[in-house]
């Protein structure tokens, strides 16, 4: 049916020892599992740190198991102090954003799946493609050694606002030598990151497969795309960020640290430091990263959405345009972390225009994928529930931005549980449950096997109302003057929330458990699951037109020609009620969207 | 929605592989290679001339971050202490633009090379070596004025001024000293015949922005330290 018209042209030959073949590999799909692993390692990680600190906020003095085995000064008995506490903290957040949020979507998925839908063999630059992996895989290790120093990791929250990031150890415990190997860390990622973007953006621009127009590109590849652009120059700035922060660290420079600056009546031997400077570069990349969680969910969800709905959306133009703007907006919009920084009163509303501005195209978005539902016969399935619960989940938490977007109303809730409920929902737990609903949807095609349908959909369920119950009431904690970053609340006025920080942990433990069903229904479909059949949703992208999994040239040597756009649901075919974009049968369609 | 019948697909010929290649590739971008004019390998060339854009635009980005820090923390404080530049600077601007002129004679040399003109097909990577020669030239006498610098006392954490001098002409120096990887890379292919135009084109084009991104800086400092 298909026409392969094009000869065998893999240009680098397929390894046969396991280190070439399962390490250090040049195989883009072997590459994005790697990322794939490294993120759910991470994840487990970052569950675990928050197990343990709400743990600690709903029971202050409850011993936990095992703690004072990972930090004999930070958990004596088991008991956290308030500082290791703020380094658990840090460690989750850190970990979840730049190890979880940023590989998982993009690099994971974008690796194994944005070659094979744009037509090529492999990313134009192999080696770069590898680097970009082991140096991220480096950054983790670096990140997570911080966990065995003398003093623990650094505690300064995953935004490591100067000056206490760059004065040393008498800011607190991990102040020294946590920065110096979180900085480290980060600016490798950063390292990994644009050599990452680089393979992408080229990949997208130069390796389509002949028929291949961008308009032609399914969505998640779109996605993929303008990502890897926010990457470039997201990363590309927070690295000399990084760099000077250890400047400041191991040579005495003062870029961060003003003059005058006493801590722990110590005087400071910096002088004239800005700390807004830090800041400003951080946020520059802080702002689009959220993005760069949530488009490639965007995305991955509307590719799900459409092949299971058997419809495309009402416009796949105007959705990669809003894409498109939520990436250009992104960088015009960072100011508003900062309105409790003490910026100019003009700048904070400099900066709230285009933040409201932004939800425009945030909720084009959704209204298109909503509309697009309306009426359509949707196939149920763990991924598509997962699509669902991430729109849900982005609504729920992109609603409380049009609070937190107006400089007066944030200033009362900038410090409080109600932002952490916010970014939670919005970039969290959406971004998560992207990552779900590519696993089910794509788990057959990368590993070869189904999953359980009913394990996935217990998983959905246990994941959709326990984040629900965990983040919610986040809100109303914050609207109850709820300070955020404390490890305790002593003050009266706290005193009666604190049920509601003991439900909020029930929650979670609950909540992480099912996370446990995921991982074993995982691994248990990676060596036991029903084989997969090369098409088992009955999608119409090119990933869908190879073997299961793909051979190592993706394509059995025959580049595929391609005829349609990825959306030819609904129509009568030879196979159904689809056409396959390699497919060069002409069939009467209702779509067509050059 | 109208009902359409899909038409083959219309593709912009230009990028149409003649082999089936992916990529943007084609005949023309090799070196001979086997004694065989215009003759290509099997597979289209990796789409190095998008890549080297992404990567300038990457550098760009750097910069400008350094850049923000620097006006930022010039104007936040009462400490910057203004110093003149080490006179080897200039020198070392003029080789560096040198550089790119006997690379801009050797791409030319190398592409008449690729077409087959015999007045060039003598030691084509003569210019190569001169351009390396001169890069490392520049290398060399911005160590010379690093160390001008440290004898008139202005270490790296003495004043912001002298920090950011040193922050910025280091960055740079590392980038060139990537530029001067590319060009060891480019004359190796060269001399296995295998050297692929888009390799010498983004290779060139990144030395020339090292040289324009050097005269930036040159003005940056001068202005603002």
């Not at chain 1, 949807?441 to 996935?456: D, Q, V």
């Not at chain 1, 190879?546 to 609904?570: C, I, M, R, S």
Request: glycine share 8%; hydrophobic share 50%; aromatic share 14%.
């Amino acid at each position: 049916m298909h026409d392969m018209s094009a000869q065998a042209v893999h240009h680098h030959a397929p390894p046969t020892s396991f280190i070439w073949k399962h390490v250090f590999s040049l195989d883009h799909k072997v590459i994005g599992k790697q990322y794939y692993a490294m993120a759910l390692v991470a994840a487990l990680c970052g569950m675990a740190l928050s197990w343990m600190m709400r743990i600690h906020l709903a029971w202050t003095n409850a011993a936990i198991p095992g703690l004072q085995l990972l930090s004999p000064n930070g958990a004596p008995g088991g008991v956290m102090t308030p500082e290791y506490y703020l380094q658990l903290m840090t460690m989750h957040g850190t970990i979840m954003v730049f190890f979880v949020l940023t590989t998982a979507p993009f690099a994971a998925f974008g690796n194994f799946f944005l070659p094979i839908q744009v037509g090529a063999e492999d990313m134009p630059f192999p080696r770069f493609n590898m680097m970009s992996f082991w140096v991220t895989f480096t950054a983790f290790l670096v990140l997570m050694a911080s966990f065995f120093v003398s003093d623990g990791p650094t505690l300064g929250g995953w935004t490591q606002y100067a000056p206490l990031n760059a004065v040393g150890s008498v800011a607190g415990p991990g102040q020294g030598m946590g920065v110096i190997l979180w900085m480290t860390s980060i600016a490798l990622f950063c390292i990994g990151q644009l050599l990452g973007s680089l393979n992408f953006i080229t990949t997208t621009l130069d390796l389509r497969v002949k028929g291949m127009s961008l308009m032609r590109l399914p969505l998640s590849a779109w996605a993929w795309f303008i990502t890897s652009c926010m990457g470039l120059t997201a990363f590309a700035v927070l690295l000399p960020a990084c760099i000077l922060v250890i400047l400041d660290h191991v040579a005495g420079t003062s870029f961060f640290v003003p003059s005058g600056t006493v801590m722990n009546d110590q005087l400071l031997p910096h002088s004239g430091g800005s700390t807004l400077l830090w800041q400003h570069l951080f946020w520059f990349f802080g702002h689009p990263e959220v993005y760069i969680a949530i488009v490639p969910g965007i995305g991955i969800v509307s590719h799900i959405l459409i092949t299971n709905m058997r419809r495309p959306m009402l416009s796949q133009r105007v959705l990669i345009y809003s894409m498109g703007a939520l990436a250009i907006l992104s960088y015009m919009v960072y100011g508003h972390h900062m309105f409790v920084s003490g910026m100019n009163p003009i700048s904070s509303l400099v900066f709230s225009f285009p933040t409201l501005v932004i939800t425009i195209p945030a909720t084009i978005i959704v209204l298109i994928q909503v509309f697009s539902l309306y009426g359509s016969k949707l196939r149920i399935n763990s991924a598509s529930l997962f699509a669902l619960g991430f729109i849900s989940m982005f609504v729920s938490g992109g609603v409380s931005g049009f609070f937190l977007a107006q400089p007066s109303i944030d200033i009362m809730l900038h410090g409080t549980y109600f932002v952490v409920g916010h970014f939670h929902m919005v970039m969290g737990v959406a971004a998560m449950f992207g990552i779900f609903a590519g696993t089910y949807f794509w788990f057959p095609k990368m590993a070869g096997r189904m999953m359980n349908e009913t394990l996935g959909k217990i998983h959905f369920w246990f994941s959709f109302v326990g984040a629900y119950c965990i983040f919610m009431p986040f809100h109303y904690l914050g609207m109850a003057g709820n300070v955020r970053r404390y490890s305790t609340f002593v003050d009266d006025y706290l005193q009666p929330l604190i049920p509601v920080h003991r439900w909020i942990t029930v929650a979670a433990l609950i909540t992480g458990a099912a996370q446990l069903v995921f991982v074993y229904n995982l691994i248990h479909s990676r060596f036991w699951g029903a084989p997969a059949p090369d098409n088992p949703w009955e999608g119409t992208s090119l990933e869908w037109s190879t073997a299961t999994p793909p051979p190592w040239d993706n394509f059995g040597g025959k580049l595929p020609v391609v005829y349609h756009d990825p959306f030819q649901y609904g129509v009568k075919s030879s196979v159904g009620d689809y056409v396959m974009q390699a497919s060069p049968e002409q069939v009467a369609t209702e779509h067509e969207e050059k | 929605m109208a009902t359409t019948i899909h038409e083959p697909p219309r593709i912009d010929q230009d990028r149409l592989p003649e082999k089936g290649h992916t990529g943007n590739g084609g005949r023309g971008n090799f070196v001979p290679s086997g004694g065989e004019l215009r003759e290509t390998l099997d597979y289209s060339p990796p789409p190095s001339s998008t890549a080297i854009w992404v990567v300038l635009f990457a550098v760009t980005m750097m910069f400008a971050a350094f850049t923000s820090a620097l006006v930022v923390r010039k104007g936040s404080s009462q400490d910057w202490q203004s110093f003149t530049l080490p006179p080897i600077l200039y020198l070392n601007t003029l080789i560096l633009l040198l550089s790119s002129v006997t690379l801009e004679v050797a791409r030319r040399r190398v592409s008449a090379f690729m077409r087959g003109v015999k007045s060039h097909a003598e030691n084509p990577a003569r210019w190569l070596y001169v351009t390396w020669a001169l890069g490392l030239l520049f290398v060399a006498g911005q160590y010379v004025a690093w160390t001008q610098l440290r004898a008139q006392g202005l270490y790296l954490a003495t004043n912001p001024s002298s920090s950011f001098f040193y922050v910025l002409t280091v960055t740079h120096v590392v980038h060139v000293l990537g530029g001067l990887g590319g060009l060891l890379y480019v004359i190796r292919k060269l001399s296995k015949s295998a050297l692929r135009r888009n390799a010498m084109v983004a290779t060139a084009r990144y030395w020339h922005f090292m040289g324009g991104l050097w005269l930036y800086l040159m003005l940056l400092l001068w202005f603002k330290l």
